[in-house]
């Protein structure tokens, strides 16, 4: 990428782009990631989050942009020590979110298990509401409480 085509590097506070976003809270990028529908997330992900956040304080949406932006901080200015601290930031993250999809799979299957119960006794099967006639009445009265005086 020619540098000299990339406006946003001359733009961008770098100093905000190069923090961990959300002040290094797991949970709070793994909610921002589960919004944003991301399965996984890596290191540059994170940096294209602070780059997103800067172009929006500028009012820019160009996501050609945005993307060339942050590969180009991740490559020239982002240390490998910083590199190691998005990267784990990212692992916390989508291991919360494993853990939340495994959860929430586990309790469909639990739904999805759940037997029907089958007796006959009214109170727990409640009051039939369809007259056997399909008459008007049906829709208002339970059945056999129905006048066919209409």
């Avoid at 921002?32 to 989050?49: H, Y």
């Amino acid at each position: 990428m020619n540098v000299n085509d990339n406006y946003l590097v001359d733009l961008i506070d770098r100093e905000l782009v190069c923090k961990l976003p959300y002040d290094n809270n797991a949970l709070s990028v793994a909610d921002w990631a589960r919004s944003r529908n991301i399965d996984i997330l890596n290191g540059l992900g994170l940096v294209t989050l602070n780059v997103e956040i800067e172009a929006q304080r500028l009012r820019l949406k160009d996501q050609r942009m945005i993307h060339l932006t942050s590969k180009y901080i991740w490559t020239s200015y982002i240390t490998p020590s910083q590199k190691e601290k998005f990267k784990a930031l990212a692992k916390k993250a989508n291991d919360i979110n494993n853990n939340i999809r495994q959860i929430n799979a586990e309790n469909l299957n639990r739904i999805f298990r759940l037997n029907t119960q089958d007796t006959d006794i009214p109170l727990i099967n409640g009051i039939n509401f369809y007259d056997d006639n399909g008459g008007f009445e049906s829709l208002f009265m339970p059945a056999g409480n129905g006048s066919s005086s209409f």
